[in-house]
């Protein structure tokens, strides 16, 4: 897909996508206090993990690298089937030098597309609860705050998840306690039922 900028968004295999993923991840994210808890895993353990893996079949994956008009790696985006309705974002991001212009966004609209295509009801991702950087873009392409986790991994960080079905969107809007339930929530939320 090449956006009106020149800059391009294509969808690469495993192969070819970790090796450029690779050379930036220290410049993206070398400063952060992630905790890879692999490294400190026994054999067996790690054994065990291969096997529970294994078991979980051919899942949707997704690679996509953001490139310049020079067809330089300066972003990217990847994820996993993580159930029957979930698609779950693992890392996305952009090299500083081309950040706020809206190159985020735009591939953020990629996953979605793609996801939505494949049938995932739900997209989420975690983040910082501070990366304003990512939070306001993908707040503004309709994710919502779906949960606050305590991780091992990576500390705080905010669950932000988007629904491809506007019906579960706007139950979400009603359960947070946004909005007043509309007539269509009412109804589906059957609201006129009596108590047993």
């Known amino acids: 897909m090449t956006l009106a900028n020149g800059f391009s968004i294509k969808e690469m295999n495993p192969k070819e996508f970790f090796p450029l993923f690779g050379k930036h991840y220290d410049q993206l994210f070398g400063d952060d206090h992630t905790f890879f808890p692999d490294e400190y895993l026994s054999e067996i353990e790690s054994k065990k993990l291969k096997i529970l893996d294994s078991k979980l079949g051919d899942r949707f994956r ?3 690298g953001l490139f ?49 295509e494949a049938g995932f009801q739900k997209i989420y991702g975690t983040h910082c609860a501070t990366n304003n950087a990512v939070l306001i873009p993908k707040l503004k392409l309709g994710f919502i705050f779906s ?47 009596e108590p047993k």
């Open 62 to 64: 997704l690679h996509l």
């Open 147 to 193: 949960k606050v986790e305590l991780s091992d991994m990576f500390g705080t960080i905010i669950h932000l998840q988007y629904y491809t079905n506007p019906l579960r969107r706007k139950v979400m809007d009603y359960r947070s306690g946004l909005k007043v339930p509309s007539k269509e929530i009412k109804a589906v939320m059957k609201f006129d039922r």
């Open 68 to 116: 310049s008009p020079q067809n330089e790696f300066i972003g990217f985006s990847f994820g996993v089937q993580e159930s029957s309705e979930t698609f779950f974002m693992m890392a996305s991001a952009v090299l500083p030098e081309y950040r706020r212009l809206g190159l985020y966004s735009e591939l953020v609209k990629e996953v979605l597309k793609r996801c939505e």
